[in-house]
Structures are given as structure tokens and as C-alpha cells.
């Protein structure tokens, strides 16, 4: 057994889980999106183009200069190349996807610390549906989404809200 802080009942529960996420049609199919973006060199330069620019805005907004309307005008054409482009929106939708499974899980696991015994999945579908609705565009009221911006078409400009992308990419909203 490897070292860790788990007890061995746990660390079994642990591999058995994962065994079962590595197995899951779900992670395969998603994982196969995954590597069909980062194959395709046009893609992933689309990708890493419109994410170190939208920094490069976030940064001098950051810095208290506005960005001028051909720099927002460029950006916004970078982002919808980006969701034109199936092997990116593939992508996004399947990290989407595995960050909602491992978020589901975690949630699991935090109630059941937090309460002492093992949550429904109603108990936990409730609670999740309740952090889900505290933004229009997914996220938890905490400042960040997860990477949940089902909703989300990249421009969230809703009162309150800005959207930005993460340093890999993924969509996101954050509060302010």
C-alpha cells in the first residue's frame, strides 16, 4: 500500500472509484475529444491565441486601462473562431464534463464529512441545483464556476459578472 493519509478501507474505496471513473464511457468519450483538440495544431493555436489575449485585456484592465472597442472587437472575433471550431468546443465541453463529474463527487464526499453519513443523491442534487442558481451563468456565488459555464457563451457581461478564461482555456464566470 502507498503512503498516504488514507486508511486502507478508504484508499480501497479510493481505487475502486477511480477504476470506475477510467472505465466510465463518459471519461472515454471525453478524454477522446481531449486528445483530438490537442492533436490538431491549428486548434490548440486558436486556443492559446484567444486565451493569451483575453489575459493580455484582463491584465490592463487589471491595470485600470480600459481596453479600446477594436481591442474588445478582436477578441470577440478570436472567441467566436473559437466556438465555430468543433474541436475546440469539444474540448471545452469535455473538460466541462469531467469537472461537473469530479465536482459531483466531491460534493459527495464534503456532505458526508459534513453530516456524518453518506448523502442521498437527492440530497446531493438539491444542494448542487442551489450553489448552480446562485449565478445565471454557473457559478457558485464564491467567485468562480468550476469550469461550469453551461450557460455561458464566453461574453457574460450580465450585471455583476464577467467572464474570462482560465490560463488552460476553460471558460469561466466570475463574480465581482
Known amino acids: 500500500m502507498a503512503n498516504t493519509s488514507l486508511t486502507p478501507e478508504l484508499s480501497a474505496c479510493a481505487i475502486n472509484l477511480a477504476a470506475a471513473f477510467a472505465q466510465s464511457q463518459k471519461i472515454v ?22 486565451s493569451e489575449y483575453g489575459e493580455e485585456l484582463r491584465n490592463k484592465q487589471m491595470a485600470g486601462m480600459q481596453p479600446s472597442e477594436e481591442e474588445i472587437a478582436k477578441f470577440d472575433d478570436m472567441r467566436k473562431a473559437v466556438v465555430a471550431n468543433p474541436l475546440c468546443t469539444g474540448f471545452l465541453e469535455a473538460r466541462q464534463e469531467i469537472d461537473e463529474m469530479l465536482a459531483t463527487v466531491n460534493q459527495y464526499l464534503c456532505m458526508a464529512i459534513d453530516n456524518g453519513c453518506a448523502p442521498t443523491d437527492e440530497e446531493v442534487a438539491a444542494v448542487m441545483s442551489q450553489q448552480m442558481s446562485s449565478c445565471s451563468c454557473g457559478c457558485h456565488g464564491d467567485g468562480g464556476c468550476e469550469g461550469n459555464c453551461e450557460n455561458c457563451d464566453g461574453s457574460c457581461h450580465e450585471e455583476g459578472h464577467e467572464c474570462c478564461h482560465g490560463k488552460d482555456g476553460e471558460g469561466c464566470c466570475h463574480k465581482h
Not at 29 to 40: H, M
Request: charged content about 25%; hydrophobic content about 40%.
Open 29 to 50: 468519450s471525453a478524454k477522446a475529444r481531449i486528445g483530438l483538440f490537442y492533436q490538431n495544431q491549428e486548434a490548440t493555436d486558436l486556443f492559446r491565441k484567444v
